[in-house]
């Protein structure tokens, strides 16, 4: 296994009941990558992701987990549901609430806890956020809350499903700035699915393009110029 690799996917398949959803995947998410997972729907991204987060066992292949990684787990921002913009807590509340794999079973939050909770808000730009009800925030707003409840949870590894989704464009470009200087100076690693494929390829560094199989994984680069990259991406070449 690379020393520096966080996951490692060898020949890996998951699927449900008797039918594998993804089949012979085969990649690495290296510390300080910004991997972004594509494909069209049905292809088997969101089935990747939960075989990642070890929500699904691999049918064939194998999947290595870091030792570093099991002791800091994985910050995970899924795709918000109805319930889940409705909700009636503090932004701080919400953010703090990623410190619960930390706390355990004490009732109250420690003093560190509540010094990661601040620090997680400022680096999302939303301290000024704090006491207001995180049900009447913007779209754009409550996803800077849930990836600064994320980082509580951990700093290492942020895996995002979708983040952008019903979000009007400017939030869409605020939101893709902010994870990719996350990325960038915080060092967090970035696993990202998403269908926006023409905005992925100028904030990743690495691509995995899914059909259930691999149709492309490696450098952004390589891809645009790559059959499958040029023709998702209209023909683009750099």
Do not use: W
């Amino acid at each position: 296994m690379n020393k520096n690799a966080l996951i490692t996917c060898e020949h890996v398949d998951f699927g449900y009941e008797n039918h594998d959803a993804v089949i012979d995947v085969s990649m690495e998410i290296e510390s300080g990558d910004y991997l972004c997972i594509v494909g069209e729907n049905g292809s088997g991204k969101s089935t990747l992701m939960k075989g990642i987060l070890g929500l699904l066992k691999p049918t064939g292949g194998t999947l290595q987990v870091s030792d570093e990684l099991k002791r800091t787990g994985i910050g995970y921002l899924p795709q918000q549901t109805a319930a889940q913009k409705d909700f009636p807590a503090t932004v701080y509340e919400v953010v703090q609430s990623g410190c619960l794999s930390r706390r355990g079973i004490r009732p109250f939050y420690t003093k560190e806890e509540k010094r990661l909770t601040m620090e997680s808000m400022e680096k999302l730009g939303i301290t000024q956020l704090k006491n207001h009800c995180y049900r009447e925030l913007s779209g754009g707003q409550q996803q800077r809350v849930l990836i600064a409840r994320a980082l509580c949870a951990t700093s290492r590894l942020l895996i995002l499903d979708e983040p952008i989704t019903g979000l009007d464009p400017s939030a869409i470009q605020e939101l893709y700035e902010i994870i990719r200087r996350l990325n960038r100076e915080e060092k967090v690693t970035i696993l990202m699915v998403s269908h926006d494929i023409q905005n992925v390829v100028n904030q990743a560094n690495k691509i995995l393009h899914l059909q259930r199989k691999v149709l492309f994984y490696g450098d952004v680069n390589a891809y645009r110029k790559s059959p499958v990259g040029k023709r998702f991406l209209g023909g683009e070449e750099e």
